[in-house]
């Protein structure tokens, strides 16, 4: 990655970072507090990637204002009554509250499940150092990251999973982050660890809920190390309001026959990324990574989905799926690399594209770098308007024109949003999908 | 003219799992044989194995054509020895006219055996009328090897490079499975056509279908890799009554 | 592309050449006229002075060479290509080397220096009209420099010019100007730039309205001098309904360093008429080891106007470094652009390569069919843009992006870039990796061809969609190259 200009904003986060240095205590592991020091090292090192020319990774979506504003970390207040409203919520699963990035214990449910704890991933990191050393920071890497070092050098509290050897989960774990009301220009950085003991399987739904209308600046890392044969469902949630950068970053690393199946719904920020990389590391492991994204307006989401084939028997398939509307832009960078010597590796790759108004942009770039010959890899795009054949099929029954533009945008976004597990999860998207369907700029088929 | 003598075969690269187990079999020049037996016996095992397929490994004794051992050679160098194999499963090859492909192969043939090759103009008089012969439509020829091509049609496609390449000993592996009656009854007039006193056929079926269309001299059961029974075509119609039971293990020693 | 610190002495190490494949690989003995090593503004008014040009193409070229020079001190040499090699020193090469011939420029065939004649019949290019290929009229490039021309004085019956560069900039001056960067500006980039400084001679085409060319104009290209930089520029103008179909082919000697050649393609194709451009490039793609061979680092664009259709095809099999994206502007509406591709890396050769449609006009349409073979170390990367822009209401692109590996030494990526501003637009990309399967190629051993002969025809199989765009001839010959260049590949 470039090394960027360092920007006057800089100074911002590194008092932030001082703060944090300070308020280390002897509670603190020493471990963990030298990881947030390489963290920040690494930061102040390379900086926002902002620079323009060359810049691959950022090459569809600009952080200039990264350079000119400042967030800075504060915490609001919300009641248990109104996150039971702002997302999906059931008294059976485990649920994490995370408030403007900090763990909040006194609004989270159910937090010792049978063979599943979820706790707070600082107080934890003394008790259950030899799980959390050798997996925080090692599966999501700072090198070269800028908000994956930011996230880690400042994360608060934090949210881990355990879930012990061979223990099948029924109920998921739901953690939602929460960005309250009442102050602009806030930073947040939720963390996440999830560690999968061998052969167990669980589900993990990350909800990133904004109820504030200014700008913030979202900060989340998530990473799962997952143990040989485990299998992590993770579905993830990202409603923003159209001012926020939320910067996302999903990581994993397969041992032998690990599975990590990731689904996610984005949606309004002003600039959104969702950066996933899944590392095949060891034979038979598999990914899916699937997501819908739908922008409005002026919005702006990146979708960096990428995964290494290291080992033979692997199998990934990235699938993603984009609405645009307005004058809104989205990309999707897809990435999958085959090893020498990963034979027998399956990747799918595939982005489909549905453009509803001129003014809007879709970067599609899904590649493949391959270096082993006995392989089957394939890829695909596309982009397009709604089908009119299938739009004059539908009015033919009797179907007004809007309600079939509806139907035809609505079963477009459905065959990811069905994926979403349990039902009442996909049926809080599709109720979202109500509003903001009709909402969307789409030169009036909608 | 075919002589194989206790072969033995498996699936290459895998240690255990031996397909055929001391096979023996003779075929005499202008014979027809049959191969019948039940799933998993070895039949196609052999009939690929005959062809010199890498996916399998002699383990032991020999295949000798007219006394000559032809266990090491390539499976391009049997067929330039008369041996040619109608596959139960063609690939298919894309942008690989079945015109240039039979003009390719003629032409090896020709040249490996010393013969004067075909001339463009020579070699489609001769696939025109083999193409006639088969019935097959002459549309498929323009596309494709074996593209997108029916199950019916990829089988009429191996009768048409059987016919073009006249072999010595023709196998032909499960050429009568999944074929309508029509199909069948063309796969039969081209072997019957092409039955001479100096080529042999060897038919590997599970039922005894083909055979009413094709009566053959010689009828074998191949079960776990031997050849467990061998008769005439009253063998074939037994069959066909009793199924396959009578030959197969006793149920105490299928387990072992 | 990533320009390593490794000195360029590492690509010129002693290397026994005699077991070299490359059947072009002769060097023909000729006098060469040449101007010193090294690049600076002397080079440049020493060349334009050598070709007795006109004041506005020295200024032309000066302005390039300043641009060049900023380009240079800002590194803005492409980095962005999978490709490796050393870093190149501009200074240490040649740019500008001519046979050099008693008089002026030969007034006929039988004028052309014997030992050039034979050259390019070494290479199948027999130039004597009396030996002239069928239908097709010969522009020879040697060295840079057009040697001659066959049937030159037929196609002006017709009013078609073909000839050289430097022929056209004295003949039709006011042709050059008109066109010269207007479809690859001088600033377009590192190594156009280069070539607009540089460039020595190459080839002129203009197909006046209506006029469709009854024949095949096809540029035979050779690299001789060792050390020498190639740099032609090819201009082809096809004015108002006019219609024409260019092949260029290429080949370079055995050499242990490694040649530059940076040449630019310009293609006019005004409203309503058609260009066909065909390249078979056998550039010496280095040694087995990777010693040597063509650094082959190409612009060529064309801009299609209204109903105006221009397309592609390439069969890339040699140079040790391809990096060429030939390229369609379709401005006009109803414009049409086509690529066709087939490249080869194997042994050690690298090669990033693709297209650019820029999509501008109403109702433009473009087909993407590329193809990539590895084998041995070889690095084949398609990179390709699709770009609609906002205007360009009802825009359809269809690409097809087909991958062959063979052996588990090689690599075969795909890096396609599409960016859509226009909701009206229909857009399939569509990629796929593959291995010739055993089950096919017993299939065909099974009938007697050989394990050779057997992934040949699976691979020109495979390649079909693209060499069924070529000429005839041409189709022959990319298709035998395809055989050679794989040699010791497969089997």
Same mark, same amino acid.
């Given at each position: ?446 | ?256 | ?71 240079? +001190? ?97 003949? $039709? ?238 690599? +075969? ?40 002969? +057997?992934? $040949? ?35």
């Amino acid at each position: 990655m470039t090394t960027a200009a360092i920007s006057p904003t800089i100074a911002a986060y590194a008092s932030e970072f001082a703060a944090v240095r300070a308020s280390a205590n002897s509670n603190s592991s020493s471990w963990l507090t030298s990881l947030r020091e390489s963290a920040w090292a690494e930061f102040e090192k390379i900086g926002f990637p902002t620079t323009r020319r060359g810049n691959e990774t950022w090459k569809y979506t600009d952080l200039g204002r990264l350079d000119r504003e400042t967030f800075s970390r504060s915490f609001g207040e919300i009641s248990l009554a109104e996150v039971k409203s702002a997302a999906p919520w059931s008294d059976d699963w485990q649920t994490a509250v995370v408030v403007d990035g900090k763990f909040v214990a006194g609004l989270s449910n159910n937090l010792s499940g049978a063979g599943v704890s979820v706790t707070e991933l600082e107080a934890s990191a003394a008790a259950d150092e030899a799980v959390i050393k050798s997996a925080l920071g090692q599966v999501a890497k700072v090198e070269g990251n800028a908000f994956v070092a930011l996230n880690t050098a400042l994360f608060s509290g934090g949210v881990f999973v355990n879930v012990a050897a061979g223990v099948e989960t029924e109920q998921p774990v739901h953690i939602i982050n929460i960005v309250t009301a009442g102050a602009d220009n806030r930073a947040s950085y939720p963390r996440t660890l999830v560690t999968a003991g061998a052969n167990s399987k669980a589900s993990v739904i990350e909800s990133f809920i904004n109820l504030s209308d200014g700008p913030q600046f979202v900060v989340p890392v998530i990473e799962v190390s997952l143990g040989e044969g485990s299998t992590v469902t993770h579905y993830r949630i990202q409603l923003e309001n159209e001012k926020t950068i939320h910067l996302g970053t999903t990581r994993t690393v397969h041992p032998a026959n690990a599975v990590f199946n990731s689904t996610s719904f984005a949606t309004g920020p002003a600039i959104g990324r969702n950066d996933v990389h899944t590392l095949l590391a060891e034979p038979g492991a598999e990914t899916t990574l699937h997501g819908l994204y739908i922008t409005n307006g002026k919005s702006h989401q990146d979708n960096e989905i990428s995964t290494t084939h290291e080992k033979p028997h692997g199998t990934s398939h990235q699938y993603y799926k984009g609405i645009l509307a307005g004058k809104s832009r989205a990309v999707f960078s897809g990435r999958v690399v085959v090893k020498p010597g990963a034979m027998k590796t399956l990747a799918e790759q595939k982005d489909m594209n549905l453009m509803l108004s001129h003014g809007a942009e879709i970067d599609t770039k899904p590649s493949l770098e391959i270096y082993a010959d006995d392989v089957k890899c394939a890829h695909g795009a596309t982009a397009g308007h709604v089908d009119k054949n299938m739009l004059f099929y539908l009015m033919s029954r009797g179907v007004s024109r809007h309600d079939a533009a509806f139907m035809l945008v609505a079963g477009f976004a459905g065959e990811i949003v069905d994926e979403f597990q349990p039902a009442q999860v996909s049926e809080f998207l599709y109720k979202k999908l109500e509003t903001i369907i009709p909402g969307l700029d789409s030169e009036g088929i909608l | 003219m075919l002589e194989v003598t206790n072969l033995h075969a498996k699936v290459a690269d895998v240690e255990n799992g031996e397909i055929l187990r001391g096979l023996n079999m003779t075929v005499n020049p202008g014979e027809v044989h049959a191969i019948m037996g039940p799933n998993g016996g070895g039949k196609s095992t052999f009939a690929n194995v005959l062809a010199g397929r890498t996916d399998y490994e002699v383990t032991g004794g020999d295949i000798k054509l007219d006394g000559e051992s032809i266990i090491e050679l390539a499976p391009d160098e049997r067929s330039h020895k008369g041996i040619f194999l109608a596959f139960q499963y063609p690939a298919e090859i894309p942008g690989v006219r079945p015109w240039q492909f039979m003009k390719a192969a003629l032409d090896a043939q020709k040249e490996a055996r010393g013969e004067k090759k075909l001339s463009v103009r020579e070699f489609s008089k001769l696939f025109d009328a083999k193409v006639k012969q088969v019935k097959i439509n002459p549309d498929l020829m323009k596309r494709s090897l074996n593209e997108g091509f029916s199950g019916g049609e990829k089988k009429r496609n191996e009768m048409l490079q059987l016919a073009t390449l006249e072999p010595r000993l023709a196998v032909l592996d499960e050429t009568d499975s999944g074929l309508d009656v029509d199909a069948m009854r063309i796969v039969a007039e081209s072997v019957n056509a092409l039955r001479s006193p100096d080529r042999s056929f060897i038919l590997v079926t599970h039922y005894n279908r083909l055979l009413h269309h094709i009566v053959p001299d010689v009828v074998h059961v191949l079960v776990k890799g031997q050849l467990v029974q061998t008769g005439g075509p009253e063998l074939a119609v037994e069959i066909e009554r009793d199924g396959y039971k009578r030959f197969m293990p006793e149920p105490a020693a299928a387990g072992a | 592309m990533t320009s390593s610190k490794t000195p360029p002495s590492s690509i010129s190490r002693e290397t026994d050449l005699s077991g070299m494949e490359y059947r072009w690989g002769f060097v023909t003995d000729v006098e060469s006229d040449m101007a010193p090593k090294g690049l600076n503004e002397d080079t440049v008014r020493f060349i334009s002075a050598k070709k007795n040009e006109p004041e506005w193409l020295l200024e032309w070229r000066l302005r390039a060479y300043k641009h060049w020079l900023k380009l240079e +001190a800002n590194d803005a040499e492409p980095t962005w290509a999978k490709v490796k090699y050393p870093a190149i020193d501009y200074q240490d090469m040649y740019y500008y080397s001519a046979p050099r011939s008693k008089d002026a420029a030969p007034k006929s065939m039988d004028e052309v220096d014997p030992e050039l004649l034979e050259a390019f019949e070494k290479l199948g290019v027999p130039l004597h009209e009396r030996q002239k290929l069928a239908g097709v009229a010969v522009d020879a490039v040697f060295d840079s420099v057009s040697v001659a021309t066959t049937f030159a004085d037929k196609l002006e019956e017709l009013g078609i010019i073909f000839c050289s560069f430097n022929e056209a900039v004295q003949k $039709h001056p006011e042709l050059v100007k008109k066109y010269l960067g207007s479809v690859v500006p001088y600033t377009d980039n590192f190594f156009a730039t280069l070539n607009s400084a540089v460039f020595s001679d190459g080839s002129f085409a203009y197909i006046p309205p209506g006029v469709k060319c009854p024949i095949e104009l096809m540029t035979y290209f050779r690299i001789n001098t060792e050390g020498s930089g190639q740099f032609e520029r090819t201009l082809i103008v096809a004015d108002k309904g006019a219609s024409v179909s260019y092949l260029e082919g290429c080949t370079a000697p055995v050499r242990k360093t490694s040649q530059l050649h940076a040449a630019v393609v310009e293609l006019v194709a005004l409203d309503d008429s058609e260009i066909k451009y065909s390249t078979v490039q056998n550039w010496f793609p280095g040694t087995k080891e990777g010693v040597g061979g063509v650094y082959n680092f190409v612009t060529k664009r064309g801009r299609a106007d209204d109903r105006a259709k221009i397309s592609w095809t390439q069969v890339e099999t040699g140079s040790a470094i391809t990096w060429k994206y030939p390229s369609v502007i379709l401005k006009g509406d109803d414009s049409v652009g086509e690529f066709y591709s087939v490249a080869l890396a194997n042994n050690h050769q690298q090669a990033d390569t693709g297209t650019k449609m820029i999509h501008m006009g109403r109702n433009t349409k473009s087909t993407i069919v590329a193809k990539g073979i590895s084998a041995g170390f070889g690095q084949n990367t398609y990179r390709g843009q699709v770009k609609i822009m906002p205007g360009a209401e009802n825009a359809t692109n269809h690409t097809q992006c087909d991958s062959l590996l063979i052996g588990d030494k090689c690599g +075969a990526h795909t890096v396609p870039y599409i960016e859509v501003q226009n909701p009206t637009a229909r857009l399939e990309h569509e990629a796929s990796t593959s291995k010739v399967s055993d089950e096919q190629l017993f299939y065909l051993m099974q009938r007697g061809i050989s394990e050779e002969e +057997a992934h $040949h025809m699976i691979i020109t199989g495979w390649s079909r969609d693209v060499i069924r765009e070529l000429p005839f001839e041409f189709a022959m010959e990319a298709s035998q190259l395809l055989k050679v260049s794989l040699e010791g590949a497969v089997g």
